[in-house]
Nanobody
Framework: VQLQASGGGLVQAGGSLRLSCAASGRPFSSYPLGWFRQAPGKERECVATIDSSGAGTYYADSAKGRFTISRDNAKNTVYLQMNSLKPEDTAVYYC??????????????WGQGTQVTVSS
């Protein structure tokens, strides 16, 4: 599975961004998917995951109520809608798939990162 993330950029605090991650390779619909982020000097953290059915989601406390993960299996794409962005959301965001993503936040596949910068 190859993952290609896009949609990052510079936004003011309180603004919104939607990240997209397009997948190619094995059947997309069978994979759990997720978004991680890594800020400078910090460990990579799992922001959100979605199971293969799309019915089960997980959000980090920092993302609850502001971020929404979704998937479109027809387009082989997973999204992360980010609203009410804060400067502390500034990080490189990575999409991920498969592996033990749901139970251990340990995916088998990673996409390249996309930079999100939130100015105050």
């Amino acid at each position: 599975v190859q993952l290609q993330a896009s949609g990052g950029g510079l936004v003011q605090a309180g603004g919104s961004l939607r990240l997209s991650c397009a997948a190619s390779g094995r059947p997309f619909s069978s994979y759990p998917l997720g978004w991680f982020r890594q800020a400078p000097g910090k460990e990579r953290e799992c922001v959100a995951t979605i199971d293969s059915s799309g019915a089960g989601t997980y959000y980090a406390d920092s993302a609850k109520g502001r971020f929404t993960i979704s998937r479109d299996n027809a387009k082989n794409t997973v999204y992360l809608q980010m609203n009410s962005l804060k400067p502390e959301d500034t990080a490189v965001y990575y999409c991920a798939a498969g592996g033990l993503l749901i139970i251990r936040r340990s995916p088998a596949y990673w996409g390249q990162g996309t930079q999100v910068t939130v100015s105050s």
